[in-house]
């Protein structure tokens, strides 16, 4: 069983199509809390309000992290996807994370990104423009197999 983490932007449907993708691959998916208002709020709702933003979202962070270090830990994939719309300066730190403790990285952004992103993308194994060449990345890697178009 191929374990692989899925992090970064969560405002688009990109891990969805990565796992309806991968139906039929030995593979188990983990990520971060995607519902993003439990994300920014599970650390006063667990351990009490907080009068300042910065401490109200610092206790989310950390909260946060503790799932995201074990994810990140526990996979021998991590796919990190940078987003069009906001920055995800959490995705850069997921990255970086993997990287340090020697993860297979995939990074997973549009061909604007290229430049704001060349020093993650040389640190990853693979760079992909679509949710559907991960699923191709994984395949590959699970069963050697090329995609039906690269057969043609």
């Not at 983490?5 to 809390?33: C, N, Q």
């Not at 719309?85 to 990104?113: R, T």
């Not at 890697?141 to 043609?152: F, I, S």
Request: glycine letters at 8%; hydrophobic letters at 45%; aromatic letters at 6%.
């Amino acid at each position: 069983m191929l374990k692989v983490y899925l992090s970064g932007e969560i405002h688009t449907d990109w891990r969805e199509r990565i796992v309806a993708g991968a139906k039929g691959l030995e593979v188990a998916f983990s990520s971060p809390v995607t519902d993003h208002d439990a994300s920014d709020d599970c650390g006063v709702a667990i351990l009490g309000a907080e009068d300042r933003k910065v401490w109200h979202d610092r206790k989310g962070a950390q909260i946060n992290a503790i799932r995201t270090r074990k994810g990140i830990e526990d996979a021998d994939v991590v796919v990190v996807r940078f987003g069009e719309k906001y920055k995800q300066w959490n995705a850069a730190f997921d990255a970086g994370y993997a990287a340090a403790l020697g993860k297979s990285l995939i990074v997973l952004h549009g061909p604007d990104h290229a430049h704001a992103l060349k020093e993650v993308d040389a640190a990853a194994l693979a760079v992909a423009e679509t949710p559907e060449q991960i699923v191709d990345v994984l395949r590959y890697v699970q069963t050697g197999a090329l995609p039906a178009a690269a057969d043609a």
